[in-house]
């Protein structure tokens, strides 16, 4: 059934390390190969071997309209006539940026870079730089990308430094990274108290990177008061949710504005784009109008902010597509939920937008610690029964799952009936 997949896979081992550019791709961590994908169409993607499934990854978030929407393809092919790239400003950076800061009153201006990881680095050097400070709180289980200072992880017994979760990490960057507790308003308060020099906060309001665990609305406010209480600068990483969770993220559950706020994912329609945006007089600090660098030889290329604009565009349009990601993300984990339960398996589920999470565990996880105890072997029966089954749900209980407009009730309600073997597989 993944036979050419296989060896697909031998092949890439062989000149690209673990086969992947990217490591949660090579399902690692619920075992077998993964599917060397051909090509996708609205909510579907195709592998090498033929194989079709529902896909609730949707490239970790992007393709909020399916694959290869019609309006988004022309729009990009239009782009590619004009030129793939030319280092020199083109006019649809201008429209891009337009779309975004008219949807936040907290948003002066925008740049962009191509990554989400770009965009977070950029920002932190930016808190860093108008705050004249140098430490940067972080909370366990939110991702940020793969710079430096953001790679840090729990160490064992200590409460607020982290260690690097990566080799080729030097502890003297990490130590500028203090580490705390997702919604636990105590603990941060205590960061606060006990660190000096403190930059800026960097949170994912609605976290989506150890499965879907929104902060809770007093942990933002705090979060807000310190960083005013202190002089310290509050950054949203909405890299997955921003366009995800509601037009404007995390903006319509939460009554805090951030100072500076991270794009990513959705805001490139399926190409590589990320952005950082703040007020004027923040921004205006960045070169080449003010002293902190930042720079890019692709940053804003044609093609991909074409992508990017016709996707804002048409999520802007359509007022009621929100509604419709939502109802149809609550339709989907209801049902898993109704289902697991009749087979006597706990499942907590929760939703924000087109985004959905599900835990095995009698109880809803709401940071790193509890998401770590949920039960894994069951999620990885689930996993490899659905993906048979020609359902491709994200490869670990740690990622969000994402609903596409493309998707049908059908669809939704097809993947809940096939699920019912999947939970009696578990519950034996
Ligand atoms: C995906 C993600 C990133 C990193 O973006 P890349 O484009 O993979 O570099 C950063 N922050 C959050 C919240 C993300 O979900």
């Not at 995800?244 to 490139?268: M, Q």
């Not at 939703?351 to 610690?369: A, E, H, L, Q």
């Amino acid at each position: 059934m993944l036979n050419k997949s296989k060896e697909a896979f031998k092949q890439a081992k062989k000149v690209i390390p673990g086969g992947v550019d990217s490591p949660v791709r090579s399902f690692s961590s619920v075992g077998g190969t993964p599917a060397f994908i051909s090509y996708g169409k609205g909510a579907y993607i195709y592998d090498i071997d033929g194989n079709k499934y529902l896909d609730f990854v949707q490239s970790w978030g992007p393709l909020i309209f399916g694959h290869c929407d019609s309006e988004i393809e022309s729009e990009v092919l239009k782009a590619v006539k004009r030129g793939l790239s030319f280092g020199a400003p083109t006019t649809v950076e201008t429209e891009l940026a337009c779309e975004i800061v008219d949807m936040f009153d907290f948003i002066d201006k925008v740049r962009f870079v191509s990554s989400g990881t770009e965009a977070v680095m950029s920002a932190i050097r930016l808190a860093r730089g108008v705050t004249g400070k140098e430490n940067i709180i972080k909370f366990d289980g939110c991702y940020h990308g793969h710079s430096d200072s953001l790679l840090v992880s729990a160490g064992s017994g200590m409460a607020t430094f982290g260690t690097p979760s990566s080799p080729g990490v030097p502890k003297d960057l990490i130590k500028h990274t203090i580490l705390s507790e997702y919604n636990n308003t105590e603990k941060l308060i205590e960061c606060f108290e006990k660190n000096k020099n403190i930059a800026a906060i960097i949170i994912e309001p609605i976290a989506g990177n150890m499965g879907l665990v929104p902060a809770s609305k007093e942990f933002i406010k705090l979060c807000r008061e310190l960083c005013d209480k202190y002089g310290a600068l509050l950054i949203f990483d909405e890299v997955m949710s921003g366009f995800r969770a509601s037009l404007t993220g995390a903006n319509s559950f939460y009554d805090e504005d951030p100072d500076i706020i991270t794009f990513g994912k959705v805001i490139g329609g399926g190409m590589p784009v990320g952005a950082f945006a703040s007020r004027s007089d923040i921004m205006d600090q960045l070169s080449p109008d003010g002293p902190i660098y930042q720079a890019g030889t692709l940053s804003g290329n044609p093609v991909a902010m074409s992508a990017g604009l016709k996707s804002l565009q048409k999520l802007k349009k359509d007022k009621t597509i929100y509604d419709r990601l939502n109802q149809k993300s609550k339709r989907l984990t209801n049902g898993l939920k109704d289902m697991a339960n009749k087979h006597g398996i706990d499942l907590q589920v929760d939703v924000r937008g087109s985004m959905f999470g599900f835990f095995f565990n009698d109880k809803k996880p709401t940071n790193m610690k509890e998401v770590s105890k949920c039960n894994f072997d069951r999620f990885n029966t689930f996993f490899n029964y659905m993906l048979k089954s020609g359902y491709y749900f994200a490869c670990s209980q740690y990622e969000t799952g994402f609903i596409s407009d493309a998707m049908t009730n059908d669809d939704i309600d097809n993947c809940i009936d096939r699920s019912e073997k999947a939970f009696a597989l578990i519950s034996n």
